[in-house]
């Protein structure tokens, strides 16, 4: 039990010495990265053309290994029902805090196949270019 406390004592350290720190923020939340500096600016990335039943999950920058790594935009496949959040970082106190991308509820009850707005962005799908994705109209 006291190396268990001891090796837990040590990646502690470790982690908060490197500037970032696992922080839990619900119960039911997963845990989010803090980092004290900032993410460089996202890359510019191509977009290959919409795939029947996928949703664009753009690039991003991820904390790995002490360091800021680019991961590369994909698209995934879309689940009904739901809108997907792309991962971002935000800044909160000088501090910079890393959401995992995720599948939300849609929200507003209506299934996605009669759904006039389905990423809710306030644009209508038919006028809307990126009808899945609330982050871009």
């Given at each position: 039990?006291?190396?268990?406390?001891?090796?837990?004592?040590?990646?502690?350290?470790?982690?908060?010495?490197?500037?970032?720190?696992?922080?839990?923020?619900?119960?039911?939340?997963?845990?989010?990265?803090?980092?004290?500096?900032?993410?460089?600016?996202?890359?510019?990335?191509?977009?290959?053309?919409?795939?029947?039943?996928?949703?664009?999950?753009?690039g991003h920058y991820e904390w790995r290994g002490g360091r800021y790594a680019w991961?590369?935009?994909?698209?995934?496949?879309?689940?009904?029902?739901?809108?997907?959040?792309?991962?971002?970082?935000?800044?909160?106190?000088?501090?910079?805090?890393?959401?995992?991308?995720?599948?939300?509820?849609?929200?507003?009850?209506?299934?996605?196949?009669?759904?006039?707005?389905?990423?809710?962005?306030?644009?209508?799908?038919?006028?809307?270019?990126?009808?899945?994705?609330?982050?871009?109209?």
């Amino acid at each position: 039990m006291k190396k268990l406390a001891l090796t837990l004592a040590v990646a502690a350290t470790t982690i908060v010495s490197l500037g970032a720190a696992v922080v839990p923020v619900s119960a039911q939340a997963q845990p989010a990265i803090v980092i004290r500096t900032a993410p460089p600016p996202p890359r510019m990335e191509h977009v290959p053309p919409p795939r029947r039943g996928h949703v664009w999950a753009p690039g991003h920058y991820e904390w790995r290994g002490g360091r800021y790594a680019w991961v590369r935009g994909e698209y995934v496949r879309a689940r009904p029902g739901y809108a997907y959040r792309a991962p971002e970082w935000r800044e909160r106190g000088g501090r910079w805090e890393y959401t995992r991308g995720r599948w939300d509820r849609d929200g507003d009850g209506v299934p996605n196949r009669m759904d006039r707005d389905r990423d809710n962005d306030g644009i209508r799908n038919r006028n809307d270019r990126h009808p899945n994705n609330p982050g871009r109209g």
